[in-house]
């Protein structure tokens, strides 16, 4: 990915537990997006949160920004097997004035039922 | 709701053929973006318009040209198709007007495979 990576590449947990993914980027933003992905399929929006914002909840999804170090987690509590996708993070460019969304390399979630 | 809406859902094409994917953006949605993801990859920018008007290139290769129409669709159309073009294409729509938190919304992706 040319923005950065995402933490980790993949991740498998049990029905119930908590998951956790990561991500990383490398210039200015003014928001970042967290979509979900499931095999071969479109792109789900999940949440966003701009820049000026540090937390943001909805329903089990927490998300955090910490603009200073340039990086973002994804927090779903009380996983389901449903849950099951990949997940990627995205940014536009405060910077670049780019519009465009720059994508993460995403986090394979594995929930076991 | 409605979302956005990409025809065809799957294309097959031969080498050195052409091609044109359509996207329909949610309503009242004035900006559209295009977006290839290759097997195992994460999606990649390559063109968007506004208003009607292109905005943004990325990385689109000289053998693609895209366009939004009055009524805000949006078409790419793809020649000279090479194996390395099969991916699945996605397109997003977004409200940009009025400082719009530029919030993208995906269709369904139209999966082209290059035999």
């Known amino acids: 990915s040319q923005q950065g990576e995402e933490d980790p590449q993949a991740l498998s947990i049990q029905e119930g537990e908590n998951a956790t993914m990561n991500c990383s980027y490398k210039t200015s933003i003014n928001n970042l997006q967290w979509y979900r992905q499931n095999s071969g399929r479109g792109l789900v929006h999940l949440i966003l949160?701009?820049?000026?914002?540090r937390e943001k909840h909805s329903g089990r999804l927490r998300v955090t920004l910490d603009t200073s170090k340039k990086s973002s987690s994804l927090l779903i509590t009380a996983s389901r097997a449903a849950d099951t996708a990949s997940y990627f993070c995205?940014?536009?460019?405060?910077?670049?004035?780019?519009?465009?969304?720059?994508f993460g390399s995403g986090t394979r979630l594995q929930v076991q039922p | 709701a409605a979302g956005v809406i990409q025809s065809p859902r799957h294309l097959i094409k031969e080498k050195r053929e052409t091609a044109t994917l359509k996207c329909y953006p949610i309503p009242r949605h004035d900006t559209v973006y295009w977006y290839q993801q290759g097997p195992g990859q994460d999606p990649q920018f390559l063109i968007s318009?506004?208003?009607?008007?292109?905005?943004d290139k990325g990385s689109i290769p000289d053998r693609f040209s895209a366009q939004q129409f009055s009524d805000y669709h949006s078409e790419l159309n793809m020649s000279s198709l090479e194996l390395g073009d099969s991916a699945l294409y996605f397109c997003?729509?977004?409200?940009?007007?009025?400082?719009?938190?530029?919030?993208?919304?995906f269709g369904p992706g139209t999966r082209l495979t290059v035999l």
């Open positions: 949160i701009r820049s000026n914002e």
């Open positions: 997003a729509s977004s409200q940009e007007g009025g400082g719009s938190r530029n919030e993208q919304f």
């Open positions: 995205a940014t536009d460019g405060r910077g670049t004035g780019r519009r465009a969304l720059t």
């Open positions: 318009f506004y208003e009607k008007m292109q905005s």
